[in-house]
Structures are given as C-alpha cells and as structure tokens.
C-alpha cells in the first residue's frame, strides 16, 4: 500500500492543546503550515476526555483551511490511547502523530489497531498519514526501522524534551545533547525519504535564539519545525523559505541544465562554479519551497 | 430623515437645535468654505506687570466668574492619569453651579470622577470625541437630558469654530508654565508631550487658566500655548498619577492575533502602490494597528525606502523609525509616552502641531489631507465597510472617534485592522450598530480570515491579486463569520436619542439610543 502523497508544506507544525477552544478555533489564522491538535503532553491528566471530545468536534465542524491537521494521541500504553484512537481515527485527520514509539513491535501492534478501526468504518488505509514521534534514546536507536516500517509514516520528529529528560540531561536548552539524535533522525527520514521535524523551542521570548535554532536544524536537512507559540511562525517560515537571491541563483541553474539537457552536457558551469545533477536536485528543491513551477520559468 | 447611509436622523433634537444630515464625505468640502458663520475669539486685555498667578485651582475658577449653563473644556493629554478635569467639575459644582456643558477633547477613564455629577444636574451635557467605562454606559443609559455629541479631533475645531461648542471657561493641564501662562507638556516631571489639541481651546475660550505641578522661570520655552492668550496660572501640587500619563515607552502587542493581522497589513500596505520614497504614514497607537508600524519598519529598511513624515498621535516606536532616518519628521498632536517628549523638545524635525493643522478639514489644507497611509482600528465593520468605533456590543458607549474619520477622509489609502470576531462577537457584519466612519473612506479590511478591498478601489485590487494577496469579497467574511460565531442579536434600544455622532464636517452620520434596560 502506498502513502498519499504529502500535498502540504511542512515548515511550520503548531502545536495546539486539545483542551483549549479558542486556540482550536483559530489555529488556522496565523501562517502555520500546518497546526497539531494535541491530546497527550499538553493536557492535564483529568483533561483528557474532554479534550478528546472537543478535538473531535473541531475536526467535524472547524475549517482549518489550508493547514495541515495533525492530532497527537496519547500512547497506546496509557490508559488514554486506545479511546484516542477510536475517537479520532474514524474523524481521518490528515495525519495522527504517535508519540515515544520505541520499537518496531510498538509501530507494528498501533498501525494493526489503526487499520483494524479504519475497517469498522469501512475507511480505507491510504487516506491519514503517521507521523511517528521519537522521544527516548531506545526510539533513537531504533529510528530507521521503525521509520520504513509503513508506507503510511510520512514524517518523522524529534521530541527534544522528553529525550533530555529520558537521556538524564541536566542542561538542554543548548541541544548539545540531543544533536546527535537529531543527526540520526535526519538520516533515517532521509533513508525513507520522508519528512521530518524538529522539536520545540521553549523560550518564547528569545526570538534571535529560535532564528539561530531553526537556522541549525534546516542545515542538518530538517523539514521543519514544531512551534508552540504562534509568534514563532514568522521566523521559522522565514527560515525555510529561500531568499530571493536564492531563488534567483536556482532559476539560472534550472534553466542552464534545461538548455544543456537538449545538447546532450551533463556537466557545465554557472556563475564559474560546477553544476551536475545533484546541484540541480537542491536547485529544484529550492523552487518547490518557493512554489514555483518548472512550466512557469 | 434618512443621512446618506440610511441612518434616521431627526430634523432637530432639543438641547442641540437643528441637525444636518450626512451627505457624503466631501460633500460640504467641494464648495470650497464653510458656510456656516464662525465666531471671534475673545477681546481680553491685561495691565503691564500685572499678576496671574492663584493660590490655587478654585481660586482661579472662582475669578473667572463660572455661571449656570456656562462650557467648561479640557484637553485629554493626561490621558488616564489626569486628575485636572474632575478637580474642576468638583469646584464648580462645589461654587453650586449646574447646567454645565462639559466639552473635553477626549474623555478616559481617569474621568469616572465626573458621574455624580451626570446624575446631580452639574453637568447636563457632554462635547468629546471618546467615552468609556463607567461614563459610557451611564451616558447610553441616558443620564443626560441632552444628547451629547461625539466629534471627532478635525470636528471639534471647527465645531468651535462655528460657536458649536462655546467655551467660556477652559482649565488646561500643562506639564511646565512660566507665571504668564506659556506652558508646554515637553518637559517637566509629569512630561506628556504634545498639546495639540489644547490650542483651540485656549485661542477661542472666554477665560483660559493654566494649571501646572512645574512653575518654570520665565520664559517658558518651548511653549505650546502662549501667554497672550492665558488669563490665569495655578501651581499645584499634582496634575494627576504620572505612571498613567506616560509611561517608559510603548511596547508592540505580543498578542499573535493582532501581530498576525499586522502583518498581514503590513503585506496590503507594502503591495497596494503606495509604499514609496516620500510616503506618509499614520498608525494608531494600540493592538495590531500599532503592530502594523513594526513590520512597515522592516520592509522600509529591506527595501531601501524614506518616508516623509509621521503623523498624528506619536509612540516611542515613531520616534525610532525618524532617529533610523525611515522618515523625514513626524508632525505630533499627542504623544504617547515618556520618550516621545524627549524626543519632541530635542529633535528639529519632531514638530508639535495643534488639532487644527492636523485635521479641521475647513482650512486650506490640514495634514490628515496629505496623508498616503493610515491604518485604523475598528470595534466593528459592516459590508459596506462603515465603520463603528463609539459603541460596544451591548450598545455602550466604549470608544473613540478620535481622529479615526478625519484620517480615513484623507489617507490614499486607509486600512482598517480588526480582527473578525472577538470571544463569540463578530465584528465584520452586515450592520454596524453605529457608524462613525463611513465605507466610502475605508479602502481595505485586513482581518485574520481574510483582506477585503473596498469596490470603489478595483485599482488597489488588482494590485494586491498580482503580487499574490488572495482578496475575499466582504460579504462572504461576514458569512463565513456568522458561521462561526451564530448571528447576533440586534441590541435592544429605546426611542429616546440619548447622542448624537458628528461627522467631521459637522453633519450627524448617527444617533445613538438609549439602551434598553
């Protein structure tokens, strides 16, 4: 069974707790990419219900525009997943996230869950993606399989928190200690050519800190970026979207190989510099963030 | 009768005469003057040498012979920290006198003193261009037996221009006097800025006392009004809670609803044409239009442009962008805070400028006319974009026309900022509960659902659709609102017109009723 394809731009994901209304309401309205729904680390523990509920109302009656719509459940271990589950697997979000997933038996035991309520309400298995969320360093180890273990997992992301926490670090705010776990998660989605997240960046107030941040993570081939004040967006949003000198540069590059494909050059050079197929590659890349299409250059 | 908007506006109503209705917003501008009669400012004169000074505030009310049905005015630079204002309605209602009309630039909600004498016959009616609180909802409830009047800031010169509003007694707070009364809000530990809308009142009203914490040698300099002028000077001790007349500096909204509305204004502003080398810029000074100045900040420098002047009311925020050289002077009517006086006493090109230059439109041109882009809020906007900026849901009084209607007239290009519901209120709807601006001036709406471009403005709409701006027709916001919110009830009312709203050029656009208890 093959994935749909992801449609959605994957810069910015807002984390939006399940329990509070207003922010569920207008979660569309503020440039994020895509907003997640949460019912796990954001609720209070006797919030959970009613978080559900009104998750699942929002998501029947709510636009969310051009958003991508996320919902976290709860694992599937708590006494607060499998009711998650039955609740918001039937809504087809464009996505569910599962978090702390560990190991391949984990993956495997909730996708059969998923699919097995997907057939009660006769919903097909290629509608709702997975995202899975790594969060301890057991996850970490086991990322690559865990990640190919579905066509249906299109994203995978770093929950930087929790793996501190998991890892016993005292000091995380530097992300010395979750780099290499980053590092990996990187390479696993890049394996599986998927999507992938980076975490949150807590200190709301430090905008210069979480432009650095995000400068960082697209560097080590990051998607994007999980946010969970709206104020966030902008800066990552700009981050992620190629300048106009780098769209510029893109569109001679595009054009040159355009132009050199029908004299039958491989390799040539723009600006004094080499261009070969992968230059290419991260040059059409740089248009698609830009949205621009190949027919209009 | 019916005003052009269809509002019903009676021919006459007791305790303000005969009413005239909205015809448009340049209707009475195109003959070129104003046709009704002004009044001349008085005829004082002084002796060489001859002593201004008071003991104190009721001293001086007391020499200037206060009488019943008599106009008493203040400026509102003191903003919410003024104490001046309801010292001197306590005096003249302490001397017994009643019927007074109570004509403040403004009123805030430093003014909840003055309801007792709402209710006591010390004050019967009320000239001012904002009204909130406690005062607000008193007024809609219909404690005055006449209607008071909401002008707004270009209004109310010409309304005491034409005699409308007659003063015979103003009480003008300044933050530094010298013994013949020149006074400035520049300087001084209750430091306030600008005294522009004081001017009028101390050119035009019978008696003039100027009352300040800060007795300077003279003379005073700068000075803002000027001692020719003055009749009295006070030293007291206090002219109100300096925190709350201005405070550090100005902080942009950290709220993402209104930095996300800004930006998107910001976006409007920056693709409608109008952001170039030499444009002229006016935000208000709260929520997302204050926001708005932070993006325009960034582009301006991105894109290389200098801008001409800022105007009207002045944050700490104008005052950077000219220090960056992002504009060329800023042209100040009121201040907004503690840095701004500073940067009006020091700097050449931070000019102080009085209402009347800013925005009477019966002159030969205030600055409100040379505006490229102002960007005003709203309480709420109907599908003709008319705009209400007085009244709130229940139908109180809890807003400002202020210079709302004067810039909007002026701008090339206005844009109102709001968002589309507030709590489970919407904002953009079919009708307004009251009208203070009317469409035909609004060019733009940008809320956080979507931007509306005004018909009349196809140009601006082609605009923005070519750089990629998706522009929804506003009567499909208002639907997608009434989505969300449900369709609200329409406020219960009485008959009774309990204010008047007045257009700039002194035509009444609404009325507002008593609200139904």
Same mark, same amino acid.
């Given at each position: 069974m093959e994935s749909k394809k992801n449609t959605?731009?994957?810069r910015t994901m807002l984390y939006i707790p399940g329990n509070n209304p207003a922010m569920l309401q207008q979660?569309?309205?503020?440039? #994020?990419?895509g907003v997640l729904l949460d019912?796990?680390? #954001? $609720?209070a523990l006797n919030q959970k219900d009613s978080a559900r509920i009104l998750v699942s109302h929002m998501l029947k009656y709510i636009s969310y525009e051009a958003c991508e719509v996320t919902v976290r459940v709860n694992h599937?271990?708590?006494?607060f997943g499998l009711d998650d589950l039955k609740q918001i697997v039937p809504l087809q979000p464009d996505a569910i996230r599962l978090p702390k997933v560990e190991t391949l038996d984990e993956i495997s035991r909730i996708i059969k869950l998923v699919e097995e309520i997907e057939d009660e309400h006769n919903?097909?298995?290629?509608?709702m993606n997975i995202h899975v969320m790594i969060e301890t360093a057991l996850g970490v180890q086991n990322v690559y399989d865990i990640a190919k273990?579905?066509?249906?997992?299109d994203a995978i992301s770093i929950g930087g928190q929790d793996l501190a926490a998991d890892m016993q670090? $005292?000091? #995380?705010?530097?992300g010395v200690g979750i780099d290499y776990a980053r590092k990996q998660i990187v390479m696993a989605a890049k394996a599986c050519k998927i999507d992938v997240f980076d975490t949150v960046y $807590?200190? $709301?107030?430090?905008e210069e800190g979480l432009r650095e941040e995000a400068e960082y993570i697209k560097k080590l081939g990051f998607t994007g970026k999980a946010i969970?004040?709206?104020?966030q967006i902008e800066i990552v949003n700009e981050v992620f979207t190629p300048t106009e000198q780098e769209i510029r540069k893109a569109v001679k590059i595009v054009k040159a190989f355009e132009r050199n494909k029908k004299e039958g050059i491989g390799v040539f050079a723009v600006d004094g510099k080499m261009v070969d197929a992968p230059v290419v590659q991260r040059a059409l890349r740089v248009l698609e963030m830009a949205d621009i299409e190949l027919a209009d250059l | 009768m019916k005003n052009i908007l269809q509002r019903d506006i009676p021919q006459e109503l007791e305790g303000i005469g005969v009413l005239e209705p909205f015809e448009g917003a340049f209707t009475k501008l195109k003959k070129g003057w104003m046709e009704e009669a002004t009044v001349p400012p008085p005829n004082k004169a002084k002796l060489p040498h001859s002593n201004k000074v008071c003991d104190n505030l009721r001293e001086a009310i007391i020499k200037t012979q206060p009488k019943n049905g008599m106009t008493v005015s203040f400026h &509102?630079?003191?903003?919410? +920290? @003024?104490s001046i204002l309801v010292e001197s309605i306590k005096i003249l209602a302490d001397l017994g006198i009643k019927d007074i009309t109570l004509a403040s630039s403004s009123l805030t909600s =430093?003014?909840?003193?003055i309801l007792p004498y709402l209710k006591d016959g010390t004050i019967t009616q009320i000239y001012s261009s904002g009204i909130r609180g406690e005062l607000g909802k008193a007024l809609a409830e219909g404690v005055l037996p006449k209607p008071f009047v909401i002008h707004s800031h270009g209004g109310r010169v010409r309304a005491v221009h034409t005699g409308r509003?007659?003063?015979d007694l103003t009480v003008l707070a300044a933050s530094a006097s010298d013994i013949e009364g020149n006074?400035? +809000?520049? &300087? +001084?530990?209750s430091a306030f800025g600008s005294?522009?809308? =004081?001017a009028i009142d101390s050119w035009y009203a019978k008696q003039v006392i100027v009352v300040s914490d800060n007795i300077v040698d003279y003379?005073?300099?700068?000075?803002? /009004?000027?001692?020719?002028?003055? !009749?009295y000077v006070v030293k007291v001790d206090?002219? %109100? @809670?300096p925190s709350k007349i201005a405070g550090g500096t100005t902080r942009i909204t950290k709220a993402p609803m209104d930095l996300q509305i800004a930006r998107l204004a910001a976006q409007v502003i920056e693709h409608? %044409?109008?952001?170039? !080398?030499g444009f002229s810029f006016q935000v208000g000074a709260g929520g997302a239009s204050l926001a708005v100045a932070k993006y325009i900040r960034k582009t301006m420098k991105r894109r290389e442009i200098k801008g001409s002047f800022i105007l009207g009311g002045i944050t700490s925020y104008g005052v950077d962008m000219l220090n960056e050289g992002l504009f060329r002077s800023i042209f100040d009517?009121?201040?907004? !805070? =503690? =840095?701004v006086s500073s940067s009006l006493i020091?700097?050449?090109?931070h000019i102080e400028i009085p209402a009347g230059l800013y925005a009477?439109?019966?002159?030969? +041109?205030?600055?409100t006319n040379k505006l490229d882009v102002v960007v005003l809020g709203a309480l709420e906007i109907d599908t003709d974009f008319n705009v209400n900026v007085i009244t709130g849901s229940e139908g109180y009084v809890r807003g400002a026309s202020g210079g709302h209607s004067d810039t909007a007239s002026g701008a090339n290009l206005t844009v109102a900022v709001c968002p589309s519901f507030r709590g489970r209120i919407?904002? /953009?709807?079919?009708?307004? &509960?009251?009208? /203070?601006?009317? %469409?035909?001036?609004? !060019?733009v709406l940008v809320t956080e659902r979507g931007i509306c471009v005004n018909p009349k403005r196809p140009d601006l709409k082609e605009n923005l659709v070519k750089s990629g701006i998706i522009v929804k027709d506003i009567k499909d916001l208002a639907k997608e609102v009434e989505q969300i919110t449900g369709k609200a009830k329409p406020i219960e009312n009485e008959d009774r017109i309990v204010g008047v709203v007045e257009y700039r050029d002194g035509t009444i656009i609404d009325v507002i009723r008593q609200v139904k208890q």
């Open positions: 959605f731009k994957r979660g569309s309205v503020y440039g #994020a990419d019912l796990e680390d #954001a $609720v599937i271990d708590t006494p919903l097909p298995h290629d509608k273990y579905s066509p249906r997992i670090l $005292v000091k #995380a705010n530097d $807590v200190d $709301v107030e430090n969970i004040n709206p104020r | &509102h630079h003191l903003r919410a +920290g @003024d =430093a003014h909840v003193g509003i007659n003063i006074a400035t +809000g520049s &300087h +001084g530990p005294m522009g809308y =004081a003379p005073c300099v700068p000075q803002s /009004v000027s001692q020719n002028y003055i !009749d206090s002219i %109100g @809670d409608s %044409g109008e952001l170039k !080398d009517v009121q201040s907004f !805070d =503690a =840095a020091n700097n050449p090109f009477n439109p019966f002159n030969c +041109g205030c600055m919407p904002i /953009v709807k079919e009708n307004v &509960h009251t009208i /203070v601006t009317p %469409g035909e001036s609004i !060019d």
